[in-house]
Structures are given as C-alpha cells and as structure tokens.
C-alpha cells in the first residue's frame, strides 16, 4: 500500500464508517419491511373473509390511519365522518365507498381552502375527480359551488352580525350566555349560528348532538318554566335539543340533568325541541341547545332560546283548591303545576304495600267535605303520564308552600298512598272523616315529570269486616284487602233460586298488585272461576265472573290472592244478581234513580257508572 493510499483512507475514515453502519441497518430493516408487505399482503387475500384492509391500497390504508389520528386528537370532522373513521380505528369493516368519500372528502376541503397536497394526496384526490367525472360532475363545478354557498355565508354574516361565520362564542360552559330573569315573558335570546360550533365539555343529553351552544339562566321565582327553541317567533329553524342542568362545581361540574328534549310534537317544527322544568329561585341552571344528529342536516342553522313562565292550574295550591263532590268524578291534570309541597316522616303511609316517600314533584290540591261522619275513600285514576310516581295524601289543615309533616295521628297529613310505581292508579282507601270539616287531598309525585291528566273521585267505603276467611263468617262489603298471602275473604250472596245467574267484578287498579283471583261458590263447591279477565281499566290481572247460574243453596263470593304469598289492598267489588222473571232488586236501590218496576232488569255496576246489559 503506497503512502497515498494510506494517507486517503486516513482521511476519509469517518465516511467509510458512516456508509457501513447506513449499509448494515439497511440491510435489518429489510426483513421488517417485507415482513409489512407480506402481513398487508395477506390482508389483501383476506378480502373474502370481510377484513378492513381487503378493498383499499397501501395509501388509502396509510391516510385512513392518518385520519382516524386526527379525529381521535379532536380536529373536526362531522358525525357521518367520525362514526366511519371509529369503525376503522377499532378494526370493524367499513365499505370501498365509506373509505373513498371520507378520504375524498376531507382532501377536497383542503383542497378547496387552497391547502397544498401531497403527491399522494394528490392521487387520491385524482380518483374521485374521476369518478365525479365518469358520473357526468367535475371537481372544479363543485369547487364553485361550494365557494359560492362560502361566499353567501360569509355575506349573510356582514348583514346581521349575529351569525358569525367563526365558532360562537359561547360554544362552551366559559363563554354562556347569561339570560336575565327580567319577569317580562317570553325572554327571547339573540339569534347564534352553531354552523362552527363543537360539543366541548357538553354534559350527557337525552340525543346525540354534534353542535351546541351555552346559556345560563337564573329564576327570579320558584315555578315552571318554558324554554324552547320552537316557541312562535324564534328564530330556530334546525333539528335541535335542548337541555337543562345544574352544576355542583360551576362550568367544572358535574352537571345533573333537570330536563332534555329532543324532539316536540306539539312545537310547529316538529324537530325543534321544549321542557318544562320546575325551577328554583336564585339556581343558576345552564342551557345547552344544539344540533341533533339523528337526521343531520347539511347546515343546522340559527338556534334562538325562548324563556316564559308558565301559568299554573287554579288549584296549584291550598288556597285554590278545587271542591270535591261525593260520588262525583271530576277531571283534572298536574301538568305546569309547581311543587308546592313535600312531605317530611313516613307515619301517614299506612296499610299494605306502601313505600314512603317526600313527594318532590309536581302537585294540585283538591277539598273535600264529607257530608257526614264516616269512612271515606279518595283515589286518582286515569293517569295517563305513567313515569311520575303518583302520590296522594289528605290534610287536615291547608298551609301555604311548605313541607308537610306525615303523621298518622297529629297531621297535617294524616294518611296518603303510593303503593305502585308506573301505574294509572292510587287510593287512600277507608280514611274515617268527620262531617262538616274540610280535608284537602294533594295529588303528588314522587320526582320531577311532565304532569298528567286524570280524574279524581271520592267515595263512601264500606269494608269487608273481619273474619271473614270461610263461608260461615261470610260478610258483607264493597271494599277489601288480602292482608297475608294465605288471606281469603267471602262475601255473602244470599240464596237465590236455582237458575239465578250472578255477574261480578274485582276492580284492583289501585292496589299494589292486581292478581286477585275470584270465586262463586257454595259452602262446598266453587261454581265459577277467574283470574285476569277484566279490562285493564279495573287492573290487567283482576277478575271477572259472567253470569254463572247458581243452585239455590247460599252463595258467595270468594277473593284471594294468586300468588299465595303476596298481600294485596284495596280492591273493590261490584255484583249483581239475575234470577229470571222472579227475581228480587239486588245491587241499585230505588234511590240511585233507576226504573222501578215490574220488570226484572239486570245492571252490572262498572267502576262509576250502572249500565243496563239485559230486560224481561
């Protein structure tokens, strides 16, 4: 080796020693790069079997990847976008037709704002500018158009600065809007475009939303209000919801939900969206409106939120309680109604089945004066909001808003109801009152809901007497309970002649549990038999017996429980007899003001009205 040559090979040592190390990681990173080709490879074969990768090339696996990171990091794509790219990022199949628009689309954005692209972007951008081509639309037309609804946009921000096209500023909780409780309704906000706007920080509502904005409102009285977004005269024109929430930590939560809806039939636009919550005064309560995602509109347009008071039936409260007459049904509702009382103890809640509770939503008060001194039974039906928690309870005095003591024997409320949850149906059953005074029946619930319609009634009770539980202490009564699962009650029919028929109904719509079963029977035979074949006005499991002939030996009636072990009250019974052209009046007397003649009429009593079903 010549002086020379050792002289250059000292001089270049370094670079020779770079180009090695180059050479010998070049050469262990092949395999992993065949490795990769091989596994996509084998995701190409795996086309047959459904896998993501099957249908799309390397680069649109790679730019799907690259989209699917810049979702999950927040960067914003809309809804249809999102859910795609979610499927693809946990490995679920998404359609050739899925991947290509959401590639297409989001490159022809940048595209449009004039954005540089890769060459590969470029590529990709290619393919769909020829499938647009081959279905007769070009890229650039819908490049004008789109800059064209760009420019109207942004001209119709120029005319009425309320609809900026940037996010709202109260996009999130920090930047709400406070609505001022000015007591002058409806409060009507200015109109804000939620085209730009996010779900940062959004509590959970009752319908996905893609697009929302923040108001705060604090009442300046305790009562109902409307907030809406499609009252008459706002300027809502999207598919919306809304929703009402409180705040322990401010804008830092947690938010409890007081009220969301989605969609509103009764509004004009069917889509926007109204509650109508009980507020607190001096609560502030946060509003959060937006855009439902269910149906997605291209645009979700201006959303403006309307506040009113709502006016409260006239028997919202003791003062303007509405008179009851015996035997009388009056119809009635708890919708808009404030709550006006709660109760406080548990001592009031007697009999069978009761769960004690303070009766925290909405209430109407009715007054009753009995006529004379005895037992008394009040009850509710025809509840057609069946998600509130019925509760009933009679006062003896009738306070302003308050609470209300439950105590069985000081009062205010001396007894009250709630046997069931769900059902159209409760009953203070055999209240013993006396005559001359005035009580108030308060129909409650137990949490927050919309309101209902129902009826109210009452009536005089007369209670099966105990014991009862065989034939030879058969009674009388139109009123009972199953006070122990093995508990049966018999009710005495006399002794009609041979051929007489009896009709007979359970009415258990108010009990804690309808599944009554009832008997005809004698000392030792049962003639007839049922368990659930009323109408579920009266219960969906109670009874009905229809017209079994008797045998002219005593007859009665017998009622239990099917379960054998569950103790059910109040069930009340309505029975009648037909026994031909000899039979004798049983069941409505001269004085309910029915024919009385010679004819031998047959009346089924249902629930409140008497109803002529057969004559001879």
């Not at 005319?159 to 109260?170: F, Y």
């Not at 919202?316 to 103890?345: F, H």
């Not at 099966?464 to 093995?486: F, K, M, R, Y």
């Not at 000899?582 to 003001?593: F, I, L, N, R, T």
Request: net charge negative; glycine share 8%; aromatic share 8%.
């Amino acid at each position: 080796m010549t002086p020379r040559t050792t002289d250059f090979l000292r001089s270049h040592y370094r670079w020779f020693t770079f180009c090695f190390f180059v050479l010998v990681i070049g050469l262990l990173l092949m395999p992993l790069e065949r490795a990769k080709s091989s596994a996509y490879a084998a995701n190409q074969d795996q086309s047959s079997q459904g896998h993501p990768y099957a249908m799309f090339s390397r680069q649109q696996v790679e730019e799907l990847d690259a989209l699917n990171r810049r979702s999950s990091s927040g960067e914003q794509f809309s809804q249809e976008e999102k859910l795609i790219l979610q499927r693809w990022g946990v490995g679920l199949p998404i359609s050739e037709l899925e991947g290509r628009v959401v590639i297409s689309r989001v490159l022809f954005e940048r595209y449009v704002a004039d954005k540089a692209l890769t060459l590969e972007e470029e590529g990709l951008l290619s393919e769909f500018d020829r499938y647009r081509r081959s279905s007769g639309r070009f890229i650039e037309d819908e490049r004008d158009r789109i800059k064209q609804k760009r420019t109207a946009r942004l001209s119709r921000s120029q005319v009425n600065p309320g609809l900026p096209e940037a996010i709202p500023a109260n996009d999130d909780c920090s930047g709400a809007i406070s609505i001022t409780d000015t007591v002058s309704y409806p409060i009507t906000t200015t109109t804000v475009d939620a085209t730009m706007a996010t779900t940062t920080g959004d509590p959970s509502f009752c319908a996905a939303t893609d697009r929302t904005i923040w108001y705060t409102f604090v009442p300046a009285a305790t009562a109902t209000y409307s907030i809406s977004s499609c009252t008459a005269g706002t300027g809502s024109s999207s598919d919306t919801v809304v929703g009402v929430f409180t705040s322990t930590g401010s804008c830092a939560g947690p938010f409890t939900s007081v009220a969301c809806n989605d969609d509103d039939v009764d509004c004009s636009n069917s889509l926007a969206s109204s509650v109508s919550p009980i507020l607190t005064a001096g609560v502030t309560y946060y509003i959060v409106a937006g855009r439902s995602t269910i149906f997605n509109p291209a645009d979700p347009g201006p959303i403006q939120i309307a506040i009113s008071r709502v006016t409260v039936p006239a028997n919202d409260r003791c003062s303007g309680a509405q008179p009851l007459t015996l035997k009388t049904p009056v119809a009635g509702t708890t919708a808009d109604s404030n709550k006006d009382y709660q109760l406080s103890g548990s001592s009031c809640f007697t009999g069978i089945g009761q769960s004690a509770m303070v009766a925290d939503g909405r209430d109407v008060v009715y007054s009753f004066t009995p006529p004379a001194t005895g037992d008394y039974s009040l009850r509710v039906t025809d509840l057609i909001n069946t998600n509130s928690d019925l509760i009933l309870y009679v006062m003896t005095t009738c306070p302003g808003p308050s609470t209300i003591a439950c105590n069985n024997s000081s009062g205010p409320a001396i007894v009250a109801a709630n046997r069931s949850f769900g059902t159209t149906a409760e009953e203070v059953m055999c209240v013993p009152l006396a005559g001359g005074q005035t009580y108030y029946l308060v129909v409650d619930e137990q949490q927050q809901s919309d309101g209902s319609a129902l009826t109210v009634e009452v009536n005089q009770c007369q209670r099966e007497v105990e014991p009862n539980d065989q034939a030879a202490t058969a009674g009388l009564g139109t009123e009972g309970s199953i006070s122990s699962g093995s508990d049966v009650d018999y009710y005495l029919l006399g002794a009609p002649a041979a051929g007489a028929r009896v009709f007979a109904l359970l009415d258990g719509i108010a009990a804690n549990s309808t599944d009554f079963d009832m008997r005809v029977t004698t000392s030792t035979d049962t003639l007839e038999y049922d368990d659930k074949e009323a109408d579920s006005q009266f219960g969906s499991l109670a009874p009905v017996l229809a017209g079994t002939p008797l045998t002219g030996l005593d007859s009665y009636l017998r009622i239990n429980h099917k379960s054998g072990t569950l103790a059910s009250e109040p069930y009340r019974l309505s029975a009648h007899q037909y026994a031909g052209r000899a039979c004798s009046q049983v069941g409505p007397s001269a004085s309910s003001g029915l024919p009385a003649t010679n004819t031998c009429h047959l009346y089924l009593v249902v629930r409140r009205d008497i109803i002529l079903i057969a004559s001879q």
